[in-house]
């Protein structure tokens, strides 16, 4: 017998050929309209304590399995390329920062694939029923400056992840369990901004009391001394001035004694230097940029300590416990 291929035969291979070409379409999940917004740490205190932030991650998912009895699923993987983590001043300023999936920042936020400085990426499993479209979803993201960047000048301080910079990927299979991998083939991008301020600031902190000690009825010239911190952000100027309770602007004081009876008032000098010719320091023409009778400087992001001197002429007044209370503000 012989076979014969005429226009039927053809037909029939065409219509096998496309009925094969119909048995590999699968369902999948799909994942868009992937955004975040900016990471905002508000003003930074580059002379304090590490400063926190937060943001939200959102995308919508859907199944275009038309088979009403099976779910899908899918794992979403997150990837953020750090190639600067930091954010730029003018110059070359910089402020680091880190991103974290979890709210105790230890685990870092990077991405799947190669060039990464560190992390991995946000792992987000899924499982959705057949026909359904656009279902949000949102992750929280955090983010921390690190303590310890003095030399961090005062500025607005910004880091741009543009479309090359972050990823998504959807990995996804039939049924109720997700794969435990990501995918390869990019299908979302999610740009957003890192900002950040730090604006001019400064914080002291008086040491011990200065105390005169017990001071002899003849005694002449007594000294005593103590130290001021002060810390200000990289390259800010500042001032330091001393205000005695009476109001003097020279650092000339006066002590009181503890008992309500003695009316004696016992005079002392604040210096910057040592002894009863020591540089008086008081209040008087003092600003951010103008040291009047005060001590200047220019921060350094770490603290600095100043110490104060003060003398008592004599000690010719009635027995007693005598004190003072000295403001110290610092101008910037």
Not at 147 to 172: H, I, M, R, W
Not at 187 to 193: G, K, L, T
Not at 224 to 237: L, M, Q, R, W, Y
């Amino acid at each position: 017998m012989k076979l014969r291929f005429g226009p039927e035969a053809c037909r029939l291979l065409a219509a096998l050929v496309l009925l094969a070409g119909t048995t590999v379409a699968r369902a999948e999940i799909t994942c868009t309209n992937a955004s975040m917004g900016d990471l905002s740490f508000g003003e930074v205190n580059s002379v304090g304590v590490a400063e926190r932030a937060q943001t939200t991650l959102i995308y919508s998912c859907s199944n275009d399995n038309r088979d009403s009895t099976r779910n899908s699923s899918a794992m979403l993987c997150f990837s953020l390329g750090f190639r600067d983590p930091y954010m730029r001043s003018r110059g070359t300023n910089r402020l680091y920062f880190n991103l974290y999936q979890d709210a105790a920042l230890t685990l870092l936020w990077g991405s799947q694939f190669g060039g990464a400085q560190h992390g991995s990426p946000l792992m987000v499993p899924v499982t959705l029923p057949a026909g359904a479209a656009a279902v949000p979803f949102r992750a929280t993201l955090y983010g921390i400056v690190p303590a310890g960047q003095n030399k961090a000048e005062p500025g607005a301080y910004s880091a741009e992840y543009q479309f090359a910079d972050t990823a998504l990927t959807v990995a996804s299979v039939p049924g109720d369990v997700p794969p435990a991998d990501c995918e390869r083939r990019r299908e979302e991008r999610f740009p957003f901004h890192v900002i950040a301020t730090i604006s001019p600031r400064c914080v002291v902190a008086a040491g011990r009391t200065l105390d005169f000690g017990t001071v002899q009825p003849d005694a002449n010239d007594s000294e005593g001394s103590t130290n001021i911190d002060v810390a200000c952000t990289f390259k800010t100027p500042y001032s330091i001035g001393l205000s005695p309770s009476n109001g003097s602007v020279d650092g000339a004081g006066l002590m009181r004694g503890s008992r309500g009876d003695n009316r004696d008032r016992v005079p002392y000098q604040l210096t910057s230097t040592p002894g009863r010719r020591g540089r008086p320091w008081g209040n008087d023409d003092v600003s951010a940029d103008h040291e009047g009778n005060g001590v200047s400087g220019s921060g350094k992001g770490a603290t600095e300590v100043y110490s104060v001197y003060a003398t008592v002429p004599d000690a010719a007044y009635a027995p007693d416990s005598y004190s003072d209370t000295v403001t110290v503000t610092v101008y910037y």
